[in-house]
């Protein structure tokens, strides 16, 4: 079974060669003037008065950390979708279970107002 | 002299040990998929410029070539001839990693596509998994350009593109659970032979707000419009990609449509039936079990050029959302939504119910 996956390892390394060759030849065809102005950071015309890498808002964090939750949860709803026609009313009765408890949460966080955006 | 290279042709190809036929095998129709690819790519966005255009009563690039046949070749070569630059902050092995891990992905998530009835490189029991995990990746290319970029915009653009993506991310897994449990398989060429039995048996039907969802989280997924506040020319000018210059860029841009096509090709095989043909078993003008009945690759093409054009559509229709708007509409539509099906299949499969699961169906 596992050979099966062996064109998808050989197409992912031509994939990243399809990538790779394109990304040298502009390198080679290209012209290579550097200059200060050029290389430094676009800012709509003003210099770059501090580093891009600042304090971002915190809400961006937020989400990441439900997505790996919710993600969670869809990974384990897909191995019960394929068999629930032979596992019958108890799987779903035992994923209703947990998706009750999921939904808790996310009515929770709803109010909390974790999904507000000004 | 035809006869005599096939005589040596098979000699040759007979002394090689297996391995290497099989890998010149599996190149050859690795080949196959991304030459077309790549040129349903380049010739998506004349199409793009070309519907667009006329949709905004103008017309859209014809000077170069035939009707501007010629003009995704011009715009390759000049952006293989202009100057890749590398700017003084960036950290130049993420800079230039970034656009790799966009556009690897995106080519090869195609190898589980059923162009036809066992037409695939890769018949695996886990292609769904596989599908979502290549997906995935493309958001770290994001990211990652983004954050190596050292730029006020291109950050801002990342964190916003990423947010968005793994929001929609969550949409796009749950409408695909509704698939799984449609067709009880995560084989790509099995979620298509269940939908056989004409137009009314495919997942659209039965499936109807999922497949809204996912199409919608697929355009959502790929940063188009009206979702493309990852881009915002007019707030954060192009964000994550804002100093790519040249191949670098292209490669993103190439990552972008080339993701596009794959959305619409999955959104023809989970909800349109894929390779079959929408006449089965119906009678059309008399012909019934005609030509037009026939399963097919036209027909997967077809529907992958349907929801291609829908893009555009939506591109030449919509303004473009508001960030607060695209992560509601995610998180308390789209979720809440799906999350309902999911329950409401739930029961329609195990309690038998409905045309379409009743029955053992």
């Known amino acids: 079974m596992l050979e099966n996956y062996l064109p998808i390892l050989i197409f992912l390394v031509l994939g990243m060669l399809f990538a790779v060759v394109p990304l040298g030849l502009g390198f ?91 | 002299m035809m006869a005599w290279l096939e005589t040596t042709w098979l000699t040759v190809w007979g002394v090689l040990p297996p391995e290497v036929q099989y890998t010149v095998w599996t190149l050859t129709k690795i080949l196959a998929i991304v030459l077309p690819l790549m040129l349903a790519v380049a010739y998506f966005t004349y199409a793009e410029r070309r519907v667009i255009g006329y949709m905004q009563g103008r017309r859209g690039p014809n000077r170069v070539g035939w009707y501007g046949l010629l003009q995704p070749i011009a715009d390759a ?60 990746i493309t958001v770290y290319g994001v990211i990652i350009a983004g954050w190596a970029s050292n730029s006020k915009y291109a950050f801002l653009g990342a964190m916003r593109a990423s947010a968005q993506m793994v929001s929609y991310e969550l949409a796009m897994g749950f409408a695909l659970v509704g698939v799984l449990m449609a067709a009880g398989s995560m084989n790509l060429n099995t979620i298509v032979q269940a939908q056989s039995g004409g137009m009314f048996y495919w997942f659209a039907l039965p499936l109807l707000p999922l497949f809204v969802v996912y199409f919608i989280s697929g355009v959502a997924e790929t940063n188009r419009a009206p979702f493309d506040v990852a881009e915002g020319e007019s707030e954060i000018v192009a964000g994550f990609h804002v100093e790519y210059g040249g191949m670098a860029f292209a490669l993103f841009f190439l990552a972008e449509y080339a993701n596009m096509i794959l959305i619409s090709a999955l959104a023809a095989t989970f909800f349109l039936g894929g390779w079959l043909s929408p006449f089965e078993g119906i009678g059309v003008f008399g012909v019934g079990e005609s030509l037009l009945a026939e399963p097919g690759l036209h027909w997967f093409v077809l529907k992958t050029f349907i929801f291609m054009f829908i893009y555009l559509w939506l591109r030449a229709t919509f303004p473009r959302y508001r960030y607060d708007q695209i992560m509601r509409l995610g998180w308390k539509v789209f979720i809440p939504v799906t999350l309902v099906w999911i329950g409401v299949l739930a029961v329609m ?10 029955g053992g169906a």
């Open chain 2, 77 to 136: 070569l000049k952006l293989m001839f202009k100057e890749v630059v590398l700017p003084s902050n960036a950290n130049r092995f993420l800079f230039l990693t970034a656009p790799m891990l966009s556009l690897a992905p995106a080519l090869a998530a195609w190898a589980v596509i059923p162009f036809n009835d066992g037409m695939l490189l890769a018949d695996v029991n886990a292609a769904v998994l596989y599908l979502l995990a290549m997906t995935s």
């Open chain 1, 28 to 118: 080679i065809l290209g012209p290579r003037k550097p200059d200060s102005e050029k290389l430094s950071p676009y800012e709509c015309g003003f210099e770059a008065f501090e580093d891009a890498r600042m304090k971002f808002d915190v809400r961006y964090y937020l989400v990441a950390i439900l997505f790996i939750i919710f993600d969670l949860e869809i990974a384990f709803l897909f191995p019960w979708a394929v068999v629930l026609e032979e596992i019958g009313l108890f799987g779903a009765l035992a994923m209703l279970v947990f998706l009750g408890l999921l939904v808790v949460g996310f009515i929770y966080e709803w109010k909390k107002g974790a999904l507000e955006w000004e």
């Open chain 2, 349 to 358: 499969i195990v309690g038998d119910i409905g045309p379409w699961f009743g």
